[in-house]
């Protein structure tokens, strides 16, 4: 039988169910069990598409175009699998797929109610989408983590709680189990660790018909063992069932501190699962790599000159990704957040203290990063970034819009096109080098980019992009833009090479 970890959070959102459920994901792996993990928001968005970075950070995409919520992303880093649209569970998507069936006539004249409707719909939906393989072959995972987002008691997220109360006895209790992830708050002036909350978060839950088998409380020390015996009193569960969740030096810390109070022991023993007793190797790996990235001593900073810096979940993958290289040449990472509008002489003018610090920070640099970005905003901050970065010969990197300006760099200082620029900012540039994908449908914002894995094909042995892949034929990566370089524009001129030109052939492969 499949067995389904819901994680639940209470007290404040954000409070980190998503590296909870990941971690848990991950010390069950390191077991030998096949884990896959589902993700439900309960807004009635369809899908993350058209967030603004700032509401909900990142927008991470998936292998099948899917735009999802960025806990997604934590899933297939910690675990090592690869997901589909469909492990990311919406209001929206709920109700679409009810209505869909009612317009068929599919409930034969039913009234259409949150319940039963709604709720086994929901039921459906995890019980499928729980057995498609996600490790790259074609077995069924044994165990599924399921986060439900947001808070106990949200009234955007009551037909799901609704939906796996009558979830718990539909799978029997043998194979359903219920963390709650819960705040323990420390005011400074007391310094003394607070549980009502908590306590007031599980009464809640347990009102609407979920008892929480693990109690994982955040908090930024230690817990007292008085407190958890405190938790443990009220809150209906064993010493032993109350962990703590403490703040760490890093996030790949959290597994093993699940590991070290005794999670899988328990889940193994409350959901029958039978766990390898052996030494884990997996498991070995992991804490050699939290250990080495709590020892490294060298710095590299790198400037990340972007339009949603306020916000560092906003550029969440391109984050993990300096964090993992930095690793992997044993440097510790500082990231330089820079808003690519303090860099424009128009902030000089009116603010110039912040247009000042914002050219410290990219001049003291060691590297640049240019992230993706929609809008015109900040745009010409970018380009005088990338500008500098090319002229002092200073490492740079541009991912999507990032990629895109520094093309309309090259092309406005190198050749001598001074209005060059994408359609998306100047329509009616004489030297348009980046324009719309035949993908891209203006007139609806959803689903309309180029978006999921595409492979592109090195057709030329010197390539200096096959080199950099290790002299690979081809690259599988994953798209998410509107709008592509037309590269015999900006190269045909520089180099007299007639055969710079980039093309999509029907089945979505790039030829280099």
């Not at 175009?65 to 990311?88: H, K, M, P, S």
């Not at 009502?196 to 809640?204: A, D, F, G, L």
């Not at 939290?290 to 949603?308: H, P, T």
């Not at 620029?421 to 100047?426: A, H, K, R």
């Amino acid at each position: 039988m499949m067995k389904y970890i819901l994680v639940t959070g209470g007290v404040i959102s954000g409070i980190g169910k998503g590296i909870i459920a990941s971690s848990v994901g991950t010390i069950l792996k390191s077991c030998g069990l096949r884990v896959t993990a589902i993700k439900i928001d309960p807004y009635i968005n369809i899908d993350a598409g058209t967030f603004s970075p700032y509401e909900h950070g990142e927008v991470f995409v998936l292998d099948d175009g899917g735009e999802v919520d960025l806990d997604l992303g934590n899933y297939e880093r910690f675990l090592d699998i690869r997901l589909t649209r469909d492990n990311n569970l919406t209001t929206g998507k709920i109700y679409q797929s009810v209505i869909n069936k009612e317009r068929k006539g599919d409930y034969l004249g039913k009234t259409v109610q949150v319940v039963p409707h709604i709720t086994d719909a929901i039921q459906e939906w995890v019980m499928t989408q729980a057995k498609v393989p996600v490790d790259g072959d074609e077995i069924e995972p044994q165990v599924c983590v399921i986060e439900l987002g947001g808070t106990v008691g949200d009234i955007e997220s009551m037909p799901f709680v609704e939906a796996f109360r009558q979830f718990q006895f539909k799978v029997k209790r043998e194979n359903f189990c219920n963390i709650h992830v819960s705040l323990i708050p420390q005011p400074s002036a007391t310094g003394e660790q607070k549980t009502k909350p908590t306590q007031n978060s599980v009464r809640e839950l347990r009102g609407l018909g979920l008892s929480p088998d693990l109690i994982m409380c955040r908090c930024s020390t230690v817990l007292e063992t008085s407190v958890k015996e405190k938790i443990s009193m009220f809150c209906h569960v064993e010493p032993q069932q109350v962990i703590c969740v403490h703040d760490v030096a890093s996030i790949y810390r959290v597994p093993l501190l699940l590991e070290d109070q005794g999670v899988v022991s328990y889940l193994s023993r409350r959901l029958n699962m039978p766990i390898e007793t052996k030494s884990r190797t997996m498991l070995t790996k992991w804490k050699e790599m939290s250990d080495r990235s709590d020892r490294l001593l060298e710095q590299c900073s790198i400037a990340l000159v972007g339009k949603y810096t306020k916000f560092s979940d906003s550029y969440a993958s391109v984050i993990k990704a300096l964090e993992h290289s930095a690793l992997a040449i044993n440097h510790k990472l500082e990231v330089k957040y820079i808003d690519s509008a303090c860099l424009e002489p128009s902030t000089l003018q009116e603010e110039p203290v912040k247009y000042h610090e914002a050219w410290q920070k990219l001049c003291s640099a060691d590297g640049i990063l240019v992230p993706g970005g929609f809008g015109v905003r900040g745009t010409e901050g970018k380009i005088h970034a990338i500008n500098w970065a090319r002229k002092q010969r200073k490492p740079f990197l541009g991912v999507c819009l990032g990629m895109q300006l520094a093309v309309c760099e090259f092309a406005r200082n190198v050749l001598g096109w001074s209005d060059a620029n994408s359609t998306e900012f100047d329509p009616e540039s004489t030297h348009p080098v980046v324009i719309d994908m035949p993908e891209h449908n203006p007139g609806q914002m959803g689903g309309t980019m180029r978006l999921g894995k595409r492979r592109t094909i090195f057709k030329t042995s010197n390539s200096v992009l096959r080199k950099l892949y290790g002299d690979a034929d081809y690259v599988d990566e994953r798209h998410r833009h509107r709008f592509e370089v037309i590269l015999h524009r900006v190269l045909t001129p520089h180099t007299g090479s007639q055969q710079a030109e980039r093309r999509l052939n029907k089945d979505g492969v790039i030829s280099l």
